[in-house]
């Protein structure tokens, strides 16, 4: 049971250029979210999605698109990074909408250049 | 303006002290609270949630929960160094239940 796991630990980009960041969970979870984390900043929700086959936007969704691939799969993508965009990335999931014992993935570090 | 508000220290605790941590909201309609420890470079653990007014109790932990002056706070007795590192907390902001978090409080623990 290896929980949430995200690729890749860490990746540097140069401004324009396009990447996915992975998310999956084995917990049989309905809601999966994305967080930023910057430095006194806290978490911020980017998108999240209540179940499969649904999405929505979440405090700061600009920049971003995601998929909701299956259950165990919610990824995030990234058309054209920006230097603003420099951050460290979580995936977390619960269990249902509303059930917010939220469980982390261990991030993404992402540098744009 | 965020919503919920942290003081982000550094909060220092001599060893086997208690650590104090308070958290305000703006939200009225906020209804619940979760407590997430975070060790540097890791990703954020819950150590608890408070859904009513009043105390909560799970082992060291205590948190307080106060609806009409909208705070809650952490209480983390006979701390350990390994108590070191940033909490988080965070309020549910709608009926769907999403979280908003604030900066977080750094705690650093010294023997």
């Known amino acids: 049971n290896a929980g949430v796991t995200q690729t890749p630990k860490f990746q540097v980009l140069k401004t324009g250029q396009s990447m996915t960041l992975q998310c999956a969970q084995d917990?049989?979870?309905?809601?999966m979210y994305w967080y930023r984390q910057d430095p006194g900043m806290g978490l911020r929700l980017i998108y999240y999605?209540?179940?499969?086959?649904?999405?929505d936007k979440g405090e700061v969704p600009n920049g971003y698109n995601v998929s909701r691939l299956n259950k165990r799969e919610f990824s995030l993508r990234l058309e054209s990074a920006a230097p603003s965009q420099t951050s460290v990335y979580f995936c977390?999931?619960?269990?249902?909408?509303?059930?917010?014992?939220?469980?982390f993935g261990p991030g993404t570090r992402l540098t744009v250049l | 303006q965020k919503e919920v508000e942290q003081n982000s220290g550094p909060l220092s605790v001599p060893e086997g002290a208690i650590a104090s941590l308070n958290c305000t909201y703006s939200?009225?309609?906020?209804?619940?609270f979760f407590w997430y420890r975070q060790y540097s470079g890791k990703s954020p653990e819950l150590i608890m949630f408070?859904?009513?007014?009043g105390d909560k109790e799970d082992g060291r932990f205590t948190a307080q929960l106060n609806k009409a002056s909208q705070y809650v706070s952490l209480l983390i007795r006979d701390s350990q160094p390994s108590d070191s590192a940033t909490y988080l907390c965070?309020?549910?902001?709608?009926?769907?239940?999403?979280?908003?978090f604030g900066a977080g409080t750094q705690v650093v623990v010294t023997p």
């Open positions: 977390a999931s619960s269990e249902e909408r509303g059930n917010n014992e939220q469980f």
């Open positions: 917990m049989n979870h309905n809601s």
């Open positions: 999605s209540a179940s499969e086959g649904t999405t």
């Open positions: 939200d009225r309609g906020s209804q619940s």
């Open positions: 408070i859904y009513s007014n």
């Open positions: 965070g309020g549910t902001t709608d009926s769907w239940g999403k979280l908003q």
